[in-house]
């Protein structure tokens, strides 16, 4: 029974379009994270939310929309896609910072 | 808000060696540090965590980090690296909803 789960994995499409990635967490936690991995494997964090409030939005352009329609589930969707939104995006979800954080497997976007 | 360094892009070891990959740390309060494996084509699984208490910490697959608050660093350990050690480890530190992660270091274990 997966902790985290992303869909889809694997996610090609055309520049300009309007994409979604959806991210459920059924572990019961508070507190869930987009994070973008680049080609360099470099891990920047994107956007957190706790119990559906935002509470970090880390300079992200306004392309990018999360919803958060419960607790368990952060949606991240991508309007006008150009072709640096090529990457890895991972979801994440914690109870309380201290713990750490649970990762989805990863969404692979391929913008062409 | 706080930031992580790992100084390391890429260590190579021989398999049985030991290993000892970098943190170090910026952040105003007491922080919490995380370090997290990485393999191809993977999610990132959490080694093990410091956030109070004994500075010295145990993880999972035999790895251990140790806190020196003076040094503001975070090091992971391993006595004997196995072949299946060969991943990017990632160092992160993190509060109040927030978790930043360093660069990543990426461990090769020659046989």
């Known amino acids: 029974d997966t902790a985290v789960s992303q869909t889809p994995k694997y996610l090609v499409t055309q520049m300009g379009n309007d994409k979604s990635i959806k991210c459920e967490q059924n572990?019961?936690?508070?507190?869930m994270y987009w994070y973008k991995q680049d080609s360099k494997k470099f891990l920047k964090i994107m956007f957190s939310y706790n119990n559906k409030e935002l509470i970090i939005n880390e300079t992200v352009p306004n392309r990018f929309s999360p919803k958060s329609p419960d607790k368990a589930h952060l949606n991240l969707h991508i309007n006008s896609l150009e072709l640096g939104d090529s990457a890895v995006y991972f979801c994440?979800?914690?109870?309380?910072?201290?713990?750490?954080?649970?990762f989805g497997q990863g969404t692979r976007l391929t913008v062409v | 808000a706080q930031s992580v360094t790992q100084p390391d892009i890429h260590i190579t070891v021989s398999e049985g060696a030991s290993l000892e990959l970098r943190c170090n740390y910026s952040y105003g309060a007491t922080p919490y540090l995380f370090w997290y494996v990485q393999s191809p084509g993977q999610g990132l699984q959490l080694l093990l965590k410091y956030f109070s208490g004994d500075t010295l910490v145990q993880g999972i697959k035999g790895f251990e980090a140790e806190f020196k608050r003076s040094q503001s660093s975070f090091n992971l350990r391993k006595p004997s690296v196995h072949w299946s050690d060969a991943a990017e480890y990632f160092c992160?530190?993190?509060?109040?909803?927030?978790?930043?992660f360093g660069a990543g270091t990426r461990l090769t274990v020659k046989p």
């Open positions: 994440a979800s914690s109870q309380g910072t201290e713990l750490g954080a649970f």
């Open positions: 992160a530190v993190g509060a109040n909803d927030d978790m930043r």
């Open positions: 572990l019961g936690h508070d507190t």
